[in-house]
């Protein structure tokens, strides 16, 4: 099983561009999820999808962001326009939907907004 | 609302040593907790969880964690910390309420030589 997938692994972009973020999970997984992580607040939470529904946005830091889930297999999270402080590390995580289940990790995007 | 706290931003402790990373949570209904490490540049790569039965978990890498109810803790620990467990640590619990996970903080473990 290739695991989690995510591209691009690093990301340079200007303020101002839009940038699209690419996951796909395991398949057979159910539940998908977008984390942020950074040194100041740690890992949050974005947004969850499952079967390929949106279920919890209150994480998404505001309209500039925006996540999709067009299928099972791939998962988009798109910032437009991008500012310096989205610079971080985004991971998508999937799993089998279940209180018992756990979420596997993609590698991350690290993106850097100049 | 479900939390987790992880008292140590870091840990340090001599190779050959036992390692403990300390972990709490406050949960509605039954717990499910779970630890993860990540290394440097890498995602978050699972080691254990407690669902039920057992407190005493065993997991990856050597790594076990000790849940306990009563203080409502979930410490991950290493009887022998190798230099190649040098990485963050992080706590995770879910609910009842859904298959949301909140994360702890995360607690960097740094094992000198």
């Known amino acids: 099983d290739a695991g989690v997938i995510q591209s691009p692994r690093h990301e340079v972009t200007e303020m101002g561009q839009e940038v699209t973020l690419r996951c796909k999970p395991i398949s057979g997984h159910n539940s998908l999820f977008w984390y942020r992580q950074t040194m100041m607040r740690g890992l949050e939470l974005l947004i969850y999808?499952?079967?390929?529904?949106?279920?919890?946005d209150s994480g998404m830091p505001e309209d500039r962001f925006s996540a999709k889930m067009p299928n099972a297999s791939f998962s988009t999270l798109k910032i437009q326009p991008s500012e310096p402080r989205d610079s971080a590390v985004y991971f998508c995580a999937s799993t089998v939907r279940g209180l018992r289940e756990t979420q596997y990790f993609g590698p991350g995007t690290r993106l850097l907004v100049l | 609302a479900q939390s987790v706290a992880q008292p140590e931003d870091q840990v340090n402790v001599a190779e050959g040593n036992p390692l403990t990373v300390k972990c709490t949570y406050s949960?509605?209904?039954?717990?499910?907790l779970f630890w993860y490490v990540q290394y440097p540049n890498r995602g978050l790569q699972f080691l254990l969880k407690?669902?039920?039965?057992?407190?005493l978990v065993k997991g990856s890498y050597g790594f076990e964690a000790e849940f306990n109810k009563s203080q409502t803790s979930f410490h991950l620990k290493k009887p022998s910390a190798l230099v190649s467990d040098s990485a963050l640590y992080f706590c995770?619990?879910?609910?009842?309420?859904?298959?949301?996970?909140?994360f702890g903080g995360g607690t960097r473990v740094l094992v000198k030589p």
């Open positions: 999808f499952n079967n390929n529904v949106p279920i919890d």
């Open positions: 949960v509605s209904g039954n717990p499910y």
């Open positions: 407690y669902i039920t039965g057992d407190n």
């Open positions: 995770a619990v879910r609910g009842a309420a859904g298959n949301k996970l909140t």
